[in-house]
């Protein structure tokens, strides 16, 4: 098994890299938050399209590159490093991926391909736990919230309780019956909304062997490299930081209380990227261990990111709760991150369940 990226996987996250420090400083996303500039969080949409980023895991007979997931994950680990204002995590990490791993063939062929294409968008609403639509006589009614890429999305991928069991479906968002209002979160530069829907037209997602949960493990495992890509870049904002800043003539780096808050930082990020590697070979082989594998690097990614995130903001002292500075946008991506898939509380169980029954 080789924890590492591949020659190729790495000429590829290095072309990302370059591309979203151009493409996507953190001034755009500021911006965003504050509800300008949304016509450039467009074009970088397209520009990233055109180079194939959203059909990396598609295979090419679904209209894709396939390239793999352990290709994806490398991509959305510099995604989470520049905060980039993208939406894959709900159209390819949650949409795409229940049509892929799940989806009926006419359902792909109707939906993954322009995804692929990222000519449309996808967007997921996802509750294992307590579904608030239900489904009856084909339609969907309820409502959710928030939905990240609910606004501008053109399929979703839907929990919903039918005959009092839940289940996946798929569903245009252009179907009469469909209200879209914009929400508020603690990161606007991804937009979500509130769904709500008066008897829309849904379908089982395919045969319905794909759950709720093996869908959320799935998702986990790109989402925890994009919270590992923002752990990382926290890392060296705070490094950097802290040799330039100086107190009492030496740099602040030169304090021992300082050296072991960054050595916690980067110890919580190495344990987050063991564990996020192999949540990748998991996911890429469609392995037994992916549930275990990607609980784990969800948790260890989660607490990496909040973590790093929230001693960003410690380490640059009072101009890092300011709102010219650039942490709170570690702060608040690492905050939605925590949430979009359900909470760390609930992987913990999951984790403890899948330990439980590997020891059995």
């Given at each position: 098994?080789?924890?590492?990226?591949?020659?190729?996987?790495?000429?590829?996250?290095?072309?990302?890299?370059?591309?979203?420090?151009?493409?996507?400083?953190?001034?755009?996303?500021?911006a965003l938050i504050e509800g300008e500039r949304q016509a450039e969080a467009q074009a970088l949409w397209r520009e990233v399209a055109s180079l194939g980023w959203p059909a990396i895991a598609v295979p090419e007979a679904e209209g894709g590159i396939g390239f793999g997931h352990v290709a994806l994950c490398a991509l959305a680990?510099?995604?989470?490093?520049?905060?980039?204002?993208?939406?894959?995590?709900?159209?390819?990490?949650?949409?795409?991926?229940?049509?892929?791993?799940?989806?009926?063939?006419?359902?792909?062929?109707?939906?993954?391909?322009?995804?692929?294409?990222?000519?449309?968008?996808?967007?997921?609403?996802?509750?294992?736990?307590?579904?608030?639509?239900?489904?009856?006589?084909?339609?969907?009614?309820?409502?959710?919230?928030?939905?990240?890429?609910?606004?501008?999305?053109?399929?979703?991928?839907?929990?919903?309780?039918?005959?009092?069991?839940?289940?996946?479906?798929?569903?245009?968002?252009?179907?009469?019956?469909?209200?879209?209002?914009?929400?508020?979160?603690?990161?606007?530069?991804?937009?979500?909304?509130?769904?709500?829907?008066?008897?829309?037209?849904?379908?089982?997602?395919?045969?319905?062997?794909?759950?709720?949960?093996?869908?959320?493990?799935?998702?986990?495992?790109?989402?925890?490299?994009?919270?590992?890509?923002?752990?990382?870049?926290?890392?060296?904002?705070?490094?950097?930081?802290?040799?330039?800043?100086?107190?009492?003539?030496?740099?602040?780096?030169?304090?021992?209380?300082?050296?072991?808050?960054?050595?916690?930082?980067?110890?919580?990020?190495?344990?987050?990227?063991?564990?996020?590697?192999?949540?990748?070979?998991?996911?890429?082989?469609?392995?037994?261990?992916?549930?275990?594998?990607?609980?784990?690097?969800?948790?260890?990614?989660?607490?990496?990111?909040?973590?790093?995130?929230?001693?960003?903001?410690?380490?640059?002292?009072?101009?890092?709760?300011?709102?010219?500075?650039?942490?709170?946008?570690?702060?608040?991506?690492?905050?939605?991150?925590?949430?979009?898939?359900?909470?760390?509380?609930?992987?913990?169980?999951?984790?403890?369940?899948?330990?439980?029954?590997?020891?059995?």
């Amino acid at each position: 098994m080789n924890f590492d990226y591949s020659d190729d996987e790495k000429a590829l996250a290095e072309q990302a890299r370059r591309l979203l420090a151009d493409r996507s400083p953190p001034a755009l996303v500021r911006a965003l938050i504050e509800g300008e500039r949304q016509a450039e969080a467009q074009a970088l949409w397209r520009e990233v399209a055109s180079l194939g980023w959203p059909a990396i895991a598609v295979p090419e007979a679904e209209g894709g590159i396939g390239f793999g997931h352990v290709a994806l994950c490398a991509l959305a680990e510099e995604i989470g490093r520049a905060i980039a204002p993208l939406p894959m995590l709900s159209s390819i990490y949650l949409a795409g991926e229940a049509l892929l791993a799940g989806g009926s063939a006419e359902q792909r062929a109707c939906w993954l391909p322009g995804l692929a294409s990222g000519g449309i968008r996808g967007a997921a609403a996802i509750d294992p736990v307590a579904p608030a639509l239900r489904f009856a006589d084909g339609r969907i009614t309820g409502e959710v919230a928030p939905v990240f890429g609910g606004i501008d999305a053109s399929v979703a991928i839907v929990s919903a309780r039918d005959r009092g069991e839940s289940r996946l479906f798929v569903m245009s968002l252009d179907s009469p019956g469909i209200a879209r209002k914009p929400v508020r979160t603690i990161d606007d530069s991804r937009p979500a909304a509130k769904l709500t829907f008066a008897g829309a037209p849904a379908e089982p997602l395919g045969n319905g062997r794909l759950t709720e949960e093996r869908l959320l493990a799935r998702a986990a495992v790109p989402i925890a490299f994009e919270q590992l890509g923002g752990a990382t870049a926290s890392l060296e904002m705070a490094l950097a930081f802290v040799r330039e800043r100086k107190t009492f003539g030496r740099p602040v780096a030169g304090y021992q209380a300082i050296k072991h808050r960054l050595a916690d930082i980067y110890v919580a990020n190495e344990i987050a990227r063991s564990n996020a590697y192999y949540a990748a070979w998991a996911l890429a082989a469609d392995a037994p261990e992916l549930e275990l594998a990607a609980a784990t690097a969800r948790v260890s990614a989660t607490d990496a990111y909040e973590f790093a995130a929230a001693e960003l903001i410690q380490l640059h002292g009072g101009i890092g709760f300011t709102w010219e500075a650039d942490c709170h946008l570690h702060y608040r991506r690492s905050r939605s991150l925590a949430q979009i898939i359900e909470p760390v509380g609930w992987w913990q169980d999951r984790l403890a369940v899948a330990l439980d029954r590997e020891a059995v």
